[in-house]
């Protein structure tokens, strides 16, 4: 049940000092919102706000301003609160906001916050392959990335964090992932997710000190950590002006309120968010 403005409000109002407080420091970090409210552009930026669609990754130099993919549409009334995006069938393009000043990379010291919800049904929804509600990255998911995915063939299909610095500083044989052990020794994974068609779930990742040789990564659903990523010991490489927060690749379902923050926010926080 989504509560009236002024209820929101009141609520507000009349919060402890702390959780006031609280709210102010995370809006403080925030660098990018977007609730796809009557839109896809985001409200908050500190970049471009635009959301752009393009063929696909490959042809990204081509993307325009815009929903350009008519099986992803704003659904009216269906979000977390107000309108959500609706992915109705398998997204292969690229649907994407730019990362620069969005994202507040630094390749020495890369630290922040991905927060969003999911609605959907995994095991029954999603088509046959990976899906990635989202990733962060200029080029690939193995190089220089942050994403989480759905498993292809387990059932329930797992969910997992992955976050990979220069390809060729953590994996210099180049061996496909599925036959490298350091690809999957990276990777955070829930065997059984909390996903289902019938609530929202939230999901958030932090990341802290990412190439200054001790990064880390940590996955929360619902508010409560599932874990932790080994130490990221590599940079991250990125041409900024390529950079891309990528949405739904994959993708079957409802997603809503994605916010990027300028650091990692703390258990607590991402318990307040979950609420």
Request: proline fraction near 6%.
């Amino acid at each position: 049940m989504k509560h009236p403005l002024w209820l929101s409000l009141l609520a507000c109002s009349i919060a402890p000092p702390q959780a006031s407080a609280q709210a102010d420091k995370m809006k403080d970090a925030l660098t990018f919102h977007a609730g796809f409210e009557g839109g896809v552009d985001a409200s908050v930026g500190a970049g471009d706000r635009r959301l752009y669609t393009a063929p696909d990754y490959k042809a990204q130099s081509q993307a325009q301003p815009g929903l350009g993919n008519p099986d992803v549409e704003i659904a009216k009334g269906a979000g977390r609160r107000g309108d959500a995006l609706r992915f109705k069938r398998k997204n292969t393009h690229a649907l994407f906001y730019k990362a620069e000043k969005n994202v507040a990379f630094d390749a020495r010291n890369w630290t922040g916050t991905i927060s969003f919800w999911l609605r959907l049904d995994p095991d029954k929804e999603l088509e046959p392959g990976f899906c990635d509600p989202i990733q962060v990255t200029d080029k690939a998911y193995n190089d220089s990335a942050i994403w989480v995915d759905f498993t292809k063939d387990d059932q329930p299909r797992h969910f997992r964090l992955g976050v990979f610095g220069a390809l060729a500083a953590w994996n210099p044989e180049n061996l496909p992932s599925d036959k490298s052990p350091k690809f999957s020794s990276r990777l955070v994974v829930v065997k059984q997710p909390p996903f289902n068609a019938g609530k929202w779930v939230h999901v958030a990742i932090t990341y802290s000190g990412v190439g200054s040789g001790q990064g880390v990564a940590r996955l929360y659903l619902e508010g409560r950590e599932r874990g932790a990523s080994p130490a990221i010991a590599e940079k991250l490489e990125w041409d900024l002006s390529k950079a891309a927060i990528r949405l739904g690749v994959n993708y079957v379902g409802l997603f809503d309120e994605l916010s990027v923050y300028n650091r990692a926010l703390t258990g607590a926080e991402i318990r307040s968010l979950a609420r």
